[in-house]
């Protein structure tokens, strides 16, 4: 996919991940033990042979440069090509410029000289907010093969509330031209878009150009909705494990998803690498008594006390007495002696006191902000 170049929104659902986003983009929460959940999306754009990638940010993205760098664990330090942070910035009065942006149009105009540059043929848009290991070739030479203007990624099956009222849903025919797209529709839609687009880059270009002469700003309604007559959109579907982070709860699933053998085979015992930046640690050490189930544990920890079915990232310190089940406990925090937590998410240097009890529920756990002492 060297005719391609990636364009990834890192901010997605912010607000609706509360805790987890005061200090970070969606883009650079952590995920399962080690990663950010960026690296899955920059990742598969990387196996798929894209070289040039840019990440529109909006707010809170000192984490996110921080995590990625100049994208050398990526192989994105290049002197052509390469990784590019997109800042938001404000220049004129007759489009909303600027980190409040009130759709993709409105980012992709901010970036339009970004995209201008670039000798990319195509343009593979994306959010940031997918757990997924794939490649996206086949799906550019699906939009070839069809002489699609737009390719939309989506999932198939059966899906929960949360997405009913936060996605757009698909309606294909036997060619798996889009028909339809429904925004927040009645549940009973079964194509769900996961905001994953391969597009012309002059039609890309072309297109904002007409929503910003309209003050138009959402791809969704602005675009598909709009021209779903006029333009050639298909439909491609993912066959492969995938999951969407928009909340609280689904950020909590998502990662107890990995205690699942099936589901880590699918994401990390592939053929295509997951990379996340390098942080060299020493093993962990299991102290006499200490009891672990049916949990991930990182590197650079010491366990005292009992883990069950929890993610434990690097340089996580449990004492003894200690009991943490159905929990993610970020980096370098410290559960004391005797506290019991249990459908808890703890950010990153949480400290926990003696003999606290703290409990969530599976669909509402507990969520400590970074450095927390409780």
């Not at 593979?124 to 290991?133: G, W």
């Not at 060299?280 to 949990?295: F, L, W």
Request: with cysteine.
């Amino acid at each position: 996919m060297l005719d391609t170049m990636g364009l990834i929104f890192t901010y997605k659902y912010e607000e609706d991940l509360k805790t987890l986003t005061q200090v970070r983009s969606i883009s650079s929460i952590p995920f399962g033990g080690r990663y950010r959940i960026i690296d899955f999306l920059l990742s598969s754009m990387v196996n798929s042979g894209i070289t040039k990638i840019g990440m529109i940010t909006k707010n809170n993205y000192q984490s996110l440069m921080d995590h990625v760098g100049s994208g050398k664990e990526w192989d994105l330090s290049r002197k052509r090509d390469g990784l590019y942070i997109l800042p938001p910035f404000s220049h004129g009065d007759s489009f909303n410029y600027g980190a409040n942006y009130r759709g993709r149009m409105e980012a992709l105009a901010n970036t339009m000289s970004f995209i201008r540059r670039s000798t990319s043929e195509y343009v593979l848009l994306s959010d940031a907010d997918i757990i997924c290991n794939v490649t996206f070739d086949k799906m550019l030479e699906f939009h070839k093969e069809k002489g699609a203007d737009i390719t939309l990624m989506y999932k198939s099956g059966k899906f929960t509330d949360e997405s009913y009222n936060q996605f757009c849903f698909l309606a294909l025919d036997k060619d798996s031209r889009v028909t339809d797209v429904a925004i927040n529709p009645a549940k009973d839609r079964k194509n769900l878009c996961i905001g994953t687009a391969i597009i012309r880059k002059s039609l890309l270009e072309s297109l904002i150009q007409e929503c910003q002469s309209h003050n138009l700003y959402s791809f969704r309604r602005d675009v598909l909705q709009a021209n779903v007559k006029d333009l050639k959109i298909y439909g491609y579907e993912c066959k492969a494990y995938m999951d969407l982070i928009t909340s609280v709860s689904s950020y909590f699933d998502a990662n107890m998803d990995l205690l699942r053998e099936d589901i880590r085979k699918g994401l990390f015992d592939s053929e295509n690498q997951i990379f996340t930046k390098i942080r060299d640690e020493v093993p962990s050490v299991y102290r006499n008594g200490s009891k672990v189930s049916n949990s991930l544990i990182s590197d650079g920890c010491v366990i005292e006390g009992t883990v069950e079915n929890s993610i434990i990232f690097r340089g996580v310190r449990i004492r003894k007495g200690a009991v943490v089940s159905n929990s993610i406990i970020m980096q370098d925090c410290e559960i004391q002696s005797s506290s019991q937590l249990n459908y808890v998410i703890a950010d990153k240097d949480v400290v926990i006191r003696e003999n606290r009890k703290l409990f969530g529920y599976q669909k509402y756990p507990t969520v400590l902000s970074k450095g927390s002492v409780v």
